[in-house]
């Protein structure tokens, strides 16, 4: 690809340019675009040999560079090309992830239907949100097969839960914890993933480490730890939760 040469901007410029954006100047925006494009051909690479043109991935990548500078608040306290990064990987990846749907089977959707009924009628009866397990004796189905009903109509499913999210669009854990080369930009300490991460417990912390920084499917967590799929499966899905919940407790992102 030919891309247009333009220089990179200091940090000064940046804020500059961001803040001008915000405020709906036209030029600044289109300035914040042609001079971040290197960095969405350089996330496009990483892409390469998905059946896909690198030029139509490096126009989807443009729109999650283009949602990042809409959406991003100096008050962050991190660089932009921080935040814009799992933005634009985000955006690529919901892509490729939307453009190849995985097939449910009937009998799993009419289970998850049956399950999400049912949680709504217990939910009114016990003023709370009902067990799995009092879902399961209602239904007279085991609660392996409810946990596995939901885990494959689950959208986005557990590998895509929400990491953070401001006013704009969500990120996911996929679209960050996939790290191919060690000069890309460190956004899982910026974002005090790591502090957090350490305050869960080690089983969870296990679990996640496995599935997001050794790439490993939740059936190969399970070999390597000796639990079952549906076990792994619960114990990401806990642990995500509270990654959110205690990100949701911290003052900034930084």
């Not at 049912?118 to 239904?139: H, N, Y």
């Not at 869960?200 to 679990?207: C, G, I, N, R, Y």
């Not at 967590?221 to 792994?232: C, D, H, K, R, T």
């Amino acid at each position: 690809m030919n891309l247009p040469r333009f220089p990179l901007l200091s940090d000064e410029e940046m804020t500059q340019l961001l803040a001008r954006a915000k405020k709906g100047d036209v030029e600044a925006r289109e300035r914040l675009v042609n001079c971040n494009l290197r960095l969405v051909f350089n996330l496009v690479q990483r892409f390469a040999n998905r059946g896909y043109e690198i030029e139509d991935l490096f126009q989807i990548g443009t729109i999650g560079l283009i949602k990042a500078i809409d959406k991003f608040d100096t008050t962050y306290n991190v660089k932009f090309s921080t935040y814009a990064v799992p933005m634009i990987v985000g955006e690529i990846r919901r892509f490729l992830r939307d453009d190849n749907p995985v097939k449910v089977s009937r009998s799993l959707k009419e289970t998850a239907y049956k399950v999400s009924k049912c949680r709504d009628t217990l939910s009114k009866q016990l003023g709370r949100e009902p067990k799995i397990s009092e879902i399961a004796e209602m239904l007279d189905i085991g609660i392996e097969e409810i946990v596995a009903a939901l885990e494959a109509v689950q959208t986005p499913t557990s590998i895509h839960e929400t990491l953070y999210q401001d006013d704009g669009d969500p990120i996911y854990i996929l679209d960050q914890l996939t790290k191919d080369t060690a000069e890309e930009p460190a956004w899982f300490d910026n974002l005090a993933l790591k502090e957090v991460l350490n305050k869960l417990p080690a089983k969870e912390k296990e679990v996640l480490l496995l599935r997001f920084f050794q790439d490993k499917t939740q059936t190969e967590v399970a070999e390597a730890i000796g639990l079952s799929q549906v076990q792994v499966s619960r114990i990401e899905r806990q642990a995500l939760r509270k990654i959110k919940n205690l990100l949701s407790q911290e003052p900034n992102i930084s």
